[in-house]
């Protein structure tokens, strides 16, 4: 089954503590993307990826990280977590030409910084 | 850069009542549009696009969404809703020129009522 899976699908943490939310895709897209959702803001992007090894930033990318050493994986790292980023995370991803095909969304990470 | 304004945050609606979701857009250049829908506790899923041609989309369950270049306004509208439409709607933009950006709208949540 072609899928975006993303974990943990929860996580409860505390200020400070670094934390990874891995995402993996199986259907070979070259473009991959993280974004956040909080109410009445929609869905803001924070990185993306073109393709292994090509990243760059969003529009809201202060205190995230991300690598893409593999086509399938592009996991989303926070250094040192901040109570303003609690927020509903997706993962996503398309072929190349994204903007005007399909992009496909992961189940999503709530993540809660205490 | 672009920005996409939806009207409504939240839209209560009886079963088998229509229902219009409003979508406003602003860009300096051509443009894709879309409309995503996320279901309780799922990631978003593509529900129609227009990219080029008619101004009128169809998706596969009932809901039409209208291209309306003057108005810069991409409306999504079916003429009965049931309960199983129940969800949170997003508009969203890309530009034609630039990589796989997507940006979205504020989200519309329709809460169909029997």
């Known amino acids: 089954e072609a899928q975006v899976t993303q974990n943990p699908r929860y996580l409860i943490t505390v200020t400070g503590k670094k934390l990874t939310v891995t995402c993996s895709q199986n259907?070979?897209?070259?473009?991959m993307s993280w974004y956040r959702q909080d109410p009445g803001l929609g869905l803001r992007q924070i990185y993306y990826?073109?393709?292994?090894?090509?990243?760059d930033k969003g529009d809201v990318p202060e205190g995230y990280k991300v690598s893409r050493k593999e086509k399938r994986n592009f996991p989303l790292i926070l250094e040192s977590p901040s109570p303003n980023q609690t927020s509903l995370y997706f993962c996503?991803?398309?072929?190349?030409?994204?903007?005007?095909?399909?992009?496909?969304f992961g189940p999503g990470t709530r993540l809660t910084v205490l | 850069a672009q920005s996409v304004t939806q009207l409504d945050s939240q839209v209560p609606v009886f079963e088998e009542a229509p229902v219009e979701l409003r979508c406003n857009y602003s860009?300096?250049?051509?443009?894709?549009l879309f409309w995503y829908v996320q279901y309780p506790n799922q990631g978003l899923q593509l529900l129609l696009k227009?990219?080029?041609?008619?101004?009128l989309v169809e998706s596969i369950n009932g809901f039409e969404a209208e291209f309306n270049k003057s108005q810069t306004s991409f409306h999504l509208r079916k003429p009965s809703v049931h309960i199983s439409d129940t969800a949170e709607y997003f508009c969203?933009?890309?530009?034609?020129?630039?990589?796989?950006?997507?940006?979205f709208g504020g989200g519309t949540r329709v809460l169909v009522k029997p």
């Open positions: 227009y990219l080029s041609g008619s101004t």
């Open positions: 259907m070979n897209h070259e473009y």
């Open positions: 860009s300096s250049v051509s443009v894709y």
């Open positions: 969203a933009v890309s530009v034609k020129a630039a990589g796989n950006k997507l940006t």
């Open positions: 996503a991803s398309s072929t190349r030409g994204g903007n005007y095909n399909e992009q496909f």
């Open positions: 990826s073109m393709n292994v090894e090509v990243t």
